[in-house]
């Protein structure tokens, strides 16, 4: 049987891992830590904890005067943008600040004063996100209004490095974000597809696989509630996901799997379901109960 090789780094709060084979073990591990300088890359130009990142330039400049990006950055921006349209606005990159305000930015949750809950609602909606294609330069409309690109990151990520090692001409793969996302190409090294678990949100839980599943050539994003959650004054848990038309933590339901072709899509649908569970879904797209 060949042999498989293993390469994980950290990057975006999370573990990113490769499993490949089809090559020589040296040419295998190199092709790996590649796809996770991509990743790694990546977050540099995406994160919002990265002052010298593109979405923090934005943040900090983008009230006072457009601000030139770069084209990746800016087509993902208008595939953010197109994201949002799909899901009925369930999707929703301008929330930072009601993260912000419920805490969930470098902290562990709190409920906010209904006074700040209102001001960042103000501060929040895709008519904030000003794109001018002419000169790739976006503009946020109003002070205080933020991206965050965390609910598609990790699956812009992984389909980007996806996309390397394809160049690079290997054709067997799994690479994952944590519980996040996951693509995998090909099969493994005995010839089955990849096996795939969806595990339990409740962070409190041991694990627990809701369900198992083979993947070939597809992408698997999974977004609950679990895990970066508080319980407020009243017993209820406030989890990280905002649904953007209440401005507070979606309790419509506590798990969202969702498998298509681009982890990029994958990522923003399984937080888009996590809000609405009963959107329509697009041609290509399937949920995993």
């Not at 390469?7 to 040296?26: D, I, Q, S, W, Y």
């Not at 696989?209 to 848990?237: M, R, T, W, Y």
Request: hydrophobic share 45%; proline share 6%; charged share 20%.
């Amino acid at each position: 049987m060949p042999e498989t090789v293993t390469v994980a780094a950290e990057a975006m709060a999370t573990r990113f891992e490769v499993a490949l084979h089809g090559a020589p073990a040296a040419s295998l591990r190199a092709a790996a830590e590649e796809a996770l300088a991509e990743i790694a890359r990546l977050e540099g130009m995406l994160s919002l904890y990265r002052p010298t990142s593109e979405i923090a330039h934005i943040n900090s400049r983008g009230a006072q005067e457009p601000v030139a990006v770069s084209p990746e950055v800016f087509a993902l921006l208008e595939c953010c943008i197109e994201l949002g349209e799909q899901t009925r606005g369930t999707f929703d990159i301008t929330l930072a600040p009601l993260m912000r305000c419920w805490r969930f930015i470098n902290d562990t949750g709190a409920v906010p004063a209904a006074e700040d809950l209102q001001t960042a609602r103000a501060q929040c909606g895709w008519p904030q996100l000003r794109l001018n294609p002419e000169d790739t330069t976006v503009r946020l409309a109003t002070e205080g209004a933020m991206l965050d690109l965390g609910s598609i990151g990790k699956g812009y990520a992984l389909e980007q490095a996806t996309a390397l090692l394809q160049e690079n001409e290997f054709e067997n793969f799994l690479i994952h974000g944590g519980t996040s996302t996951v693509c995998a190409r090909g099969v493994q090294a005995d010839g089955t597809p990849w096996r795939v678990a969806v595990e339990h949100p409740d962070a409190d839980q041991p694990p627990l696989s809701i369900v198992d599943l083979d993947l070939e050539n597809k992408a698997l994003s999974v977004s609950g509630i679990g895990g970066k959650s508080f319980v407020d004054e009243v017993g209820i848990e406030q989890g990280h996901v905002i649904d953007p038309r209440t401005g507070r933590p979606t309790q419509a339901a506590r798990v969202a799997a969702v498998v298509c072709d681009s982890a990029t899509v994958s990522d923003a649908w399984a937080t888009a379901l996590l809000v609405e569970p009963g959107l329509e879904l697009p041609r290509g797209l399937r949920v995993i109960h």
